[in-house]
């Protein structure tokens, strides 16, 4: 890859991912072995992860998709959450796994949690590609995480800076003076 193509610091590699992917995948295959998996991605951050990952869960799952936001245009969370689009499949008596981009501050995952607590699935976990652990407000973490950063703005592999950079096959961060650039 040519070095003026590559956005941001690089910090997770697409080869770092993908065996990061492998990992959980085989562990969460063992842990929900006999259960009844349903895989709630959500939107629009999780997609890249979620593909990866869920090749790697050697069972017969569902999958379905969620939208829900606490951030605005910026890069600092609103603190509210909102719940744009819903699941379409029942979730009662199922095993859900919330795949999730990151965790952050952890309200949003907090209202999900809440959200889909109310519709009496067996169980309900969490795995997030990234985990930011010194902004989290919220009481809540992942179950399964794939890689613990600083406090950082992160882009890249589902993660955007004002909904670009979601296509980037590895994960990076901006720093200040790189918000100007397009
Ligand atoms: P939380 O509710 O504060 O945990 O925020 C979760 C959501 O904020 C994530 O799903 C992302 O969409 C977004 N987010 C949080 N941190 C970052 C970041 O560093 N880069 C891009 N998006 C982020
Ligand atoms: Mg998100």
Redesign the pocket.
Known sequence: MAAQNVKGKILFTQEEIWEKARTLGAQITEDYRGKDLMLIG?L???VPWMADLMKHIDLDLEMDFVS????GSG?V?S?E?KLKKDIELKIAGKDVLII????????????LKDYFSIKKPNSIKVCTL?D?PS????D?QGDYVGFV?PD????GY????DQKYRNLPYIS??EESDEIVY
Not at 135 to 138: K, L, P, Q, Y
Not at 152 to 155: A, D, G, V
């Open positions: 959500t629009r951050g999780a829900a936001s606490s951030y890069t969370s603190g959450v999730e981009d990151i965790i952050d501050t952890g309200n949003t995952l907090k209202a990234l930011k902004r989290r407000t919220a809540v950063v950082l703005f992160i882009i589902g993660l955007d800076f961060y901006l």
